[in-house]
């Protein structure tokens, strides 16, 4: 029998709330504490969620990406609430990965098949058919009550203020609600995650990556698998709601997010039959934490023991697989070797 350890998950977006359903199964103390009236309200809410492994990644992240799929479909039976949308995802006109052997090529036909709202059609596509989509918000909060179902304390409206350690071990966290005793801490704060690090002398190398995410009311069902192409990324949240994916170029001006939505908006309103019952929605900018290598960064720290960081890009993708190998390294309190190629040691090489 392993030692139950008292555990606090701090933040409660895709990867807190991932981390805290796969330690709710292990028999632990866990306590998730958020910031926010409810989970998933950061960058979380504002995710295009495509679950895509199909980009050129390095050998030692690649079978994260590889096993994302399977693990979403175990998920999917652990959960019967959760929907995943696996209609797939059309691409022409931007790079895409050819080599996965879930992605084929298909004829102008085939694409007016799977896409009969479209008004003009590519000679061929790529169709990715195994890949899929989620509704993010809907996700987290079925991880997030699961876990409390499952034994898990749940702290809303709590601000975390500082990591307390003693020597060099972590031993708890003050909150705007006092303060919380723990084993081990495991920090899934995304863009924040560096600042609550500082006062411990400890620099993670994460930045926020902005990106626009505009919503839409639709009539009907206009989009049926998710569209990559280079006029829009867009696709069908829900029968009545359509979400694009548009680049975060400026903070103002015809580059900000406001006439950037503006203008994907009308570009899907020209583009689909129907298109022009299309109403606007939202235009949000979602600040997605982005390590400086592009990768996730996970583990425990190398000099604070109890320490665990957690953050990654993207958090739709990998949270699901990642967060069950965290789980074992937290409980089993080892170093698995799926997780070696992220650790943030990496940007830190040792001097030989």
């Not at 790529?126 to 699961?146: Q, R, S």
């Not at 899934?188 to 009311?217: F, H, N, Q, W, Y």
């Not at 039959?273 to 190398?302: A, C, N, T, W």
């Amino acid at each position: 029998m392993t030692k139950k350890q008292k555990v606090i998950i701090v933040g409660a977006g895709i990867v807190g709330a991932s981390i805290a359903y796969n330690l709710s199964k292990k028999n632990q103390d866990v306590t998730l504490v958020e910031s926010h009236s409810k989970a998933g309200c950061g960058v979380t809410s504002t995710s295009f969620a495509w679950i895509n492994p199909s980009g050129r990644v390095p050998d030692n992240f690649q079978h994260l990406y590889d096993g994302s799929l399977a693990e979403y479909h175990v998920l999917e039976k652990e959960i019967p609430e959760l929907k995943v949308d696996w209609n797939g995802s059309l691409s022409w006109g931007v790079p895409a990965n050819i080599h996965k052997s879930y992605i084929e090529t298909i004829t102008r036909q085939q694409v007016s098949d799977l896409e009969p709202h479209l008004k003009e059609y590519p000679k061929e596509a790529l169709y990715a058919f195994k890949e899929g989509a989620i509704d993010p918000n809907i996700l987290t909060n079925l991880l997030v009550k699961k876990a409390q179902e499952n034994g898990v304390n749940i702290l809303f409206d709590t601000k975390v203020t500082q990591i307390k350690k003693e020597d060099a071990k972590v031993v708890g966290i003050h909150t705007s609600k006092g303060f919380i005793e723990s084993d081990v801490i495991v920090l899934a704060t995304g863009t924040t995650l560096p600042e609550l690090c500082k006062p411990l002398s400890i620099d993670v190398p994460v930045e926020a990556s902005p990106s626009i995410i505009i919503r839409m009311k639709s009539p009907k069902k206009l989009i049926h698998t998710l569209i990559s192409n280079s006029r829009f990324e867009a696709r069908q949240l829900s029968d009545t709601t359509i979400i694009a994916a548009e680049d975060y170029l400026d903070d103002h001006g015809e580059n900000g997010p406001e006439e950037v939505g503006r203008r994907a908006f009308d570009t899907l309103r020209n583009d689909l039959k129907k298109g022009e019952y299309l109403e606007l929605d939202s235009i949000q900018v979602g600040e997605r934490p982005m390590p400086k290598d592009g990768y996730p960064i996970v583990g425990f720290h190398d000099q604070i023991k109890g320490l665990y960081l957690a953050v990654m890009h993207s958090a739709i993708t990998l949270s699901p697989v990642i967060s069950r190998l965290v789980a074992k390294e937290i409980v089993d309190n080892v170093q698995l070797e799926e997780l070696e190629g992220c650790r943030l040691s990496r940007f830190y090489p040792v001097n030989e």
